[in-house]
């Protein structure tokens, strides 16, 4: 890998994905801006993402990016393009354990449905791992609930 990206972002005027890289041999610090061409408020965010990573011109410098990176990126852009702010848009990054997943759309959910996946794989416990421990039992604590009228009435009635 000649270059290795350090930190990637987005810039909304005009849309393109700022990327800071160093090269490998020189060790120098460099800052490219690759302009999003072809993209809308419609257009579907991983084919554009794909399309970025696989172009032959920013292909060396966007191989240290991970898909999902430049997926975000791109949602944001999007996000931007539809008129929400950008606090909007990195507040859907989080996944919320309230949420009624059951409202969300399906694109929205596929969305959801991956973070939840990175966030399981990220504290998955492999055997080969040192903290791993076999056969573990946690007791969790049952919170104390509230007592409802209808609960104390008897079941002698049935």
Same mark, same amino acid.
């Given at each position: 890998?000649l270059?290795?990206?350090?930190?990637?972002?987005? /810039?909304?005027?005009?849309? &393109? *994905?700022? $990327?800071?890289?160093?090269?490998?041999?020189?060790?120098?610090? @460099?800052?490219? *801006?690759?302009?999003? @061409?072809?993209? &809308?408020?419609?257009?579907?965010?991983?084919?554009?993402? %794909? @399309?970025?990573? !696989? !172009?032959?011109?920013? @292909?060396?410098?966007? #191989?240290?990016?991970?898909?999902? /990176?430049?997926?975000?990126l791109?949602? *944001?852009?999007?996000?931007?393009m539809?008129?929400?702010? $950008?606090?909007?848009?990195?507040?859907s990054?989080?996944?919320?354990?309230?949420?009624?997943?059951?409202?969300?759309?399906? %694109? #929205?959910?596929?969305?959801?449905?991956?973070?939840?996946? #990175?966030?399981? %794989?990220? !504290?998955?416990?492999?055997?080969?791992?040192?903290?791993?421990?076999?056969? $573990? #039992?946690?007791?969790?604590?049952?919170?104390? /609930?509230?007592?409802?009228?209808?609960?104390?009435?008897?079941?002698?009635?049935?």
């Amino acid at each position: 890998m000649l270059f290795e990206a350090k930190r990637c972002g987005v /810039q909304f005027s005009p849309p &393109s *994905i700022v $990327l800071i890289y160093q090269h490998a041999e020189t060790k120098k610090v @460099r800052k490219r *801006i690759i302009p999003v @061409r072809n993209f &809308s408020k419609y257009s579907d965010y991983s084919m554009a993402a %794909e @399309r970025l990573k !696989n !172009n032959p011109r920013h @292909r060396d410098y966007l #191989e240290g990016v991970s898909q999902s /990176q430049l997926e975000k990126l791109h949602i *944001i852009l999007r996000d931007h393009m539809q008129g929400f702010s $950008l606090e909007h848009s990195l507040a859907s990054f989080h996944v919320d354990p309230d949420e009624d997943l059951n409202k969300l759309d399906d %694109e #929205e959910l596929a969305r959801k449905k991956g973070q939840m996946d #990175e966030v399981f %794989e990220k !504290n998955r416990r492999l055997k080969d791992d040192p903290d791993f421990v076999y056969d $573990l #039992e946690v007791d969790f604590s049952k919170p104390t /609930q509230e007592k409802c009228s209808w609960d104390d009435e008897s079941d002698d009635e049935f």
